[in-house]
């Protein structure tokens, strides 16, 4: 006798929301120790975060800690599976970020083939609608951090939708 178990997990807007609570915890975390960005501005941030991931338009969030020429001295990745199979995540962080002077705190969006797809019309129209709260500018950072050393973090998911946390020293 067999048996047969399918397991098709749907995600909604609901799940894509509860797998960002943990990289928005984080995100917190870093800005209060390194006392770089306000909670206020933390806020800005994550309200374009999410909309854009709710539309699926996000591939990934860096947060990056540049020196004062702008090279990379730390950073966080946080990276979308929306074809996951986890159902829970691990608790948030691990983020033993500190106050470095003379540096700064930036934030890198990758965007998915449907945002680029969009015209610059619609984009703009998204951004509109949705009350965007950051102007977002192109960067020209190497966001693959390829002189620091990267650890495996925290896996977020919920119902199969998974954002999963690099640290990069």
């Known amino acids: 006798m067999y048996s047969t178990i399918t397991n098709t997990l749907t995600y909604t807007v609901v799940d894509i929301r509860k797998t960002f609570e943990g990289c928005e915890a984080d995100i917190r975390m870093i800005a209060r120790r390194t006392g770089k960005w306000s909670m206020s501005y933390v806020d800005q941030i994550f309200h374009d975060i999410i909309k854009l991931a709710e539309e699926?338009?996000?591939n990934s969030v860096d947060i990056t800690l540049l020196d004062a020429t702008d090279k990379v001295i730390?950073?966080?990745?946080?990276?979308?599976?929306?074809?996951g199979t986890a159902i829970t995540s691990d608790r948030a962080g691990a983020n033993d970020w500190t106050d470095i002077p003379n540096t700064r705190l930036s934030v890198i969006l990758s965007y998915t083939q449907k945002w680029h797809n969009l015209t610059p019309e619609q984009k703009a129209k998204f951004q509109g609608d949705n009350?965007?709260?950051i102007g977002w500018v192109s960067s020209s950072i190497d966001n693959s951090f390829p002189h620091l050393i990267k650890s495996q973090g925290q896996l977020?998911?919920?119902k199969g939708f998974e954002l999963q946390k690099t640290s990069y020293k």
């Open 56 to 58: 699926e338009y996000l």
């Open 74 to 83: 730390r950073a966080t990745k946080f990276v979308v599976n929306a074809n």
């Open 131 to 133: 009350s965007f709260e």
């Open 156 to 158: 977020y998911a919920s």
